[in-house]
C-alpha cells in the first residue's frame, strides 16, 4: 500500500522520531491518563522477589575482596556466570549462584553482554559465590552481596551446560569504594557500546504464579507481536493496527483476547524499568534514533536530559546527571569520586555552569523552579527532580524563537557562587494577569477547553478599552482572537511550526469546540473538509498542552504575554543575551540589579529579534523597541 501525504497522516501518522522535531518531542507524548478501568494494577511497583534460588547464609562465606583496577582509564571487570553442578533446564536451577569476577581492559576485554535491570530493593544483602582456583586445584569461595532482585535475574541467565561471561554494575563495580565508582559511572556508555548485546531484564512473569490456568502475560505479549508482524511490509504498525488486535472499551462478564492483550501491555510498561534513568545510558543505541539530528550538537545533552528527567527515578539524585553522561558532546562534566561525595545541588550546578558555558545560551531557564525555588536554592537553577513544575517549556532548545536576536551568552565573572551574571534589557513590567486558568488542559477537556477560551477573550478585549486606541479599536478587538489564540499557543511551541501560519484555522475550530468533539467519534465517515477540521482540532489540543500552569498577562506598554502561573504584578520583564525568550523576574527587595528568575515568557510581538510594531498613524512605539541598539545591563539572577 502506498503511503499517502495528506496533512492527516503527515500530523497523525509521523513515528516517534521522525524529523522534524516538535517541542512535543522534547516534553514528552504522553498524558498521565491510565487505561480505564485498570486502578487494580499498581504501576511501577517491583513485586518480585518470587522463586529465588537457594541463598547462602550472609556469615557461610567470607566477604570477597575486589581485585584492583588498574591504573588505565579504561579498566573494567567482568563476572563468569557458573552453570549449576546438577542438569536441569536453562533458567530453572535452583543451585546457589555462582561466578568468578576477573579484571580486563576494555578495549581488549572477551565477548560480554551487559545487563540492564532494575535493582528494586537498594539493599545488598543476599550472598552470591564468588569461585577461586587455586594454583594448586584447589577451589575457594567468597560472597559478594547484591539486591534479590539481581539475584532472581542471574537464576534465569545461567546456563545449564556452559559459561556466561557479562557485566553488571552491581558486581563488577566495588560498590562501596567510591573512588571506583565515579570514574567507573564515566565509562559506562563505553562499556554498554562495547557489548556484543545488552540484556534487559524486566522481571519474572507474574501471571504464571498469580493467573489461573496456563496463561501467561508472556504469552499474551508473544501472539500480540506475531499479529503484528504477520500484514505485509508496506503495511504500517500504526494505532488503528492495534487497535483491531486488542480492546480497550469495558466488557462484562468475560475478557476477551484483545483485553488480556491489552492488560499484559499495560502491565510490562508499568514495570520499574521503564522509569530507570540508567536506561537511556544502557542502551547507546538511544543516542541516535533520529530526532537528535536535528538538534544542535551544542545542546544535544541539555535536550535528553529536558527529554527524559520528568519520566526517570533515581535513588541518588546526583544520578539525574551521571546517568546521562554518555550523550555529552563537550560540556566536560565528570562523575569523579569527589562528586558523589558532594551535595546534589552542588552537582546540579556545576552540570548547569556547564552547560551554559558550552552552549552559549541560557536554554537550560526553560526548566527554573520559578517561586517554588527553595530559599537557599539559585533560582535560576532547574530542580531536575521536579524540571518543568509550571507545564511544558515556551521554548526547548530547538525553539525557532530568538527574542534576543541570536546574541550569545558571554560569561560574566562573579564573586558569589550561586549568582548567575548575564547580560541583557529590562524592557517592560507587569500591570495585570487573567484571573482564570488558562485553557490548556492535561486530560483534553474540549469543555474547559472552549469555556476557558471565552472567558479568556472577552476580559482580553475589555484591556483593550483602556489602552486609548481612539479608532484603532474596533480593529484592535477584531484581531484579539487571533492575538490571543497566537499568545495560548506560544505561537506553535508544542509544535513543528513556529510561527504559526494560519492561526484564523484553530480559532474556527475552536469556536466549533463541541462539534469537532461529535465529528471525532465517527471520524471514517467524514467528507474531507470535516476530517481536515478535526485534525486541525487535534493539532490544537496538543498546542494548547503549553498553556499548562501558565497565565496571560499584560505589561504597562500594552502587550500581551503568556508566562508561568506564579508571575505576579510588579514583575519585570527583560530579554537576555542567550534566552530565546524574554524572561520574567522579580526584583530582590532592598538590592539594585539582583532578581530571582520567575521563568520564561511568550511576548506577543517581541519573540523574533523586532520589536512590535505600533498602531498605524500614531507615534507610539514601544520606548525598547530597538532594544539591542541601547547598552546592555548588567543582570544579576540570585
Not at 497522516?9 to 514528552?28: E, I, K, N
Not at 569461595?141 to 535475574?153: D, H, M, S, W, Y
Not at 542567550?578 to 520564561?600: A, C, D, F, H, N
Request: charge should be negative; include cysteine; hydrophobic fraction near 35%.
Amino acid at each position: 500500500m502506498a503511503a499517502s501525504t495528506s496533512e492527516e497522516q503527515r500530523y497523525t501518522a509521523t513515528p516517534p522520531g521522525a524529523t522534524p522535531m516538535s517541542g512535543l518531542d522534547v516534553y514528552g507524548h504522553y498524558r498521565n491518563r491510565p487505561p480505564p478501568d485498570f486502578f487494580d494494577i499498581e504501576p511501577n511497583i517491583d513485586r518480585t522477589p518470587v522463586n529465588m534460588p537457594h541463598v547462602l547464609s550472609e556469615d557461610e562465606l567470607p566477604r570477597f575482596s575486589y581485585p584492583p583496577l588498574g591504573s588505565a582509564e579504561d579498566q573494567i571487570r567482568l563476572i563468569s556466570l557458573l552453570q549449576p553442578e546438577k542438569s536441569a533446564e536453562a533458567g530453572e536451577s535452583m543451585e546457589p549462584i555462582q561466578c568468578t569476577i576477573t579484571v580486563h581492559t576494555l578495549s581488549s576485554a572477551p565477548v560480554y553482554e551487559a545487563l540492564s535491570y532494575t535493582w528494586g530493593s537498594m539493599q545488598r544483602n543476599t550472598p552470591i559465590s564468588v569461585v577461586h582456583q587455586e594454583l594448586g586445584g584447589t577451589k575457594t569461595e567468597e560472597a559478594v552481596f547484591a539486591t534479590p532482585q539481581l539475584v532472581i535475574a542471574l537464576r534465569r541467565l545461567r546456563r545449564h551446560d556452559s559459561l556466561r561471561m557479562l557485566w553488571i554494575d552491581q558486581l563488577c563495580i566495588d560498590q562501596d569504594n567510591m573512588h571506583e565508582v565515579g570514574p567507573q559511572v564515566q565509562i559506562m556508555g563505553d562499556i554498554y557500546r562495547t557489548a556484543r548485546r545488552v540484556l534487559i531484564w524486566l522481571g519474572e512473569d507474574l501471571s504464571r504464579h498469580t493467573n489461573s490456568g496456563n496463561e501467561k502475560d508472556s504469552q499474551h505479549l508473544q501472539d500480540l507481536l506475531k499479529e503484528l508482524s504477520a500484514a505485509p511490509p508496506s503495511i504500517p504498525v500504526n494505532v488503528e493496527r492495534v487497535e483491531s488486535l486488542v480492546t480497550f472499551g469495558l466488557t462484562h462478564f468475560f475478557e476477551t483476547v484483545g483485553r488480556r492483550r491489552l492488560r499484559a501491555v499495560y502491565e510490562l510498561l508499568s514495570r520499574p524499568w521503564f522509569q530507570r534513568a540508567w536506561v537511556f545510558q544502557e542502551d547507546s543505541r538511544l543516542k541516535t534514533l533520529g530526532t537528535e539530528s536535528t538538534i544542535p550538537t551544542n545542546q544535544a545533552f541539555l535536550c535528553k536530559l529536558f527529554q527524559v528527567q520528568r519520566r526517570v527515578k533515581c535513588y541518588d539524585g546526583r544520578d539525574r546527571i551521571f546517568a546521562f553522561l554518555a550523550f555529552q558532546h563537550g560540556e566536560g562534566i565528570l562523575s569523579t569520586a569527589e562528586a558523589y561525595q558532594q551535595p546534589i545541588q552542588d552537582i546540579w550546578q556545576l552540570a548547569a555552569e556547564k552547560i551554559i558555558m558550552h552552549s552559549k545560551s541560557l536554554d537550560i531557564l526553560a526548566a527554573v523552579p520559578g517561586d517554588s525555588v527553595e530559599e537557599d536554592s539559585p533560582s535560576w537553577l532547574p530542580n531536575w527532580t521536579n524540571p518543568f513544575p509550571y507545564g511544558p517549556p515556551l521554548a526547548t532548545p530547538i525553539s525557532k524563537f530568538k527574542a534576543s536576536r541570536s546574541i550569545p551568552h558571554l560569561p560574566i565573572a562573579s564573586s558569589h557562587p550561586r549568582k548567575l551574571h548575564v547580560k541583557g534589557k529590562i524592557i517592560d513590567r507587569v500591570c495585570d494577569r487573567l484571573q482564570f486558568t488558562t485553557m490548556g488542559n492535561p486530560e483534553g477537556s474540549g469543555v474547559s477547553f472552549f469555556l476557558y477560551w471565552e472567558v479568556n477573550l472577552q476580559t482580553v478585549r475589555g484591556w483593550l478599552n483602556g489602552l486609548r486606541l481612539g479608532d484603532y479599536l474596533p480593529v484592535a478587538r477584531q484581531n484579539m482572537g487571533r492575538d490571543l489564540l497566537r499568545t495560548l499557543l506560544a505561537d506553535g511551541a508544542m509544535g513543528t511550526e513556529q510561527p504559526l501560519r494560519r492561526v484564523d484555522k484553530y480559532v474556527n475550530v475552536l469556536e466549533r469546540s463541541d462539534e469537532m468533539r461529535m465529528l471525532r467519534e465517527r471520524r471514517k465517515t467524514l467528507d474531507p473538509d470535516q476530517r481536515n477540521d478535526v485534525v486541525n482540532y487535534e493539532r490544537l489540543e496538543d498546542l494548547a498542552l503549553v498553556a499548562l500552569g501558565k497565565k496571560i498577562f499584560f505589561t504597562e506598554q500594552g502587550a500581551l504575554g503568556l508566562a508561568p502561573e506564579a508571575v505576579k504584578v510588579g514583575d519585570v520583564v527583560a530579554i537576555v543575551h542567550g534566552s530565546k525568550t524574554p524572561m520574567v523576574l522579580r526584583e530582590v527587595e532592598g538590592v539594585t540589579g539582583e532578581y530571582r528568575v520567575i521563568g520564561q515568557c511568550y511576548l506577543n510581538g517581541w519573540m523574533y529579534g523586532e520589536g512590535p510594531r505600533g498602531i498605524p498613524g500614531k507615534d507610539n512605539c514601544h520606548p525598547h523597541n530597538t532594544w539591542w541598539e541601547e547598552e546592555a545591563e548588567e543582570i544579576v539572577f540570585v
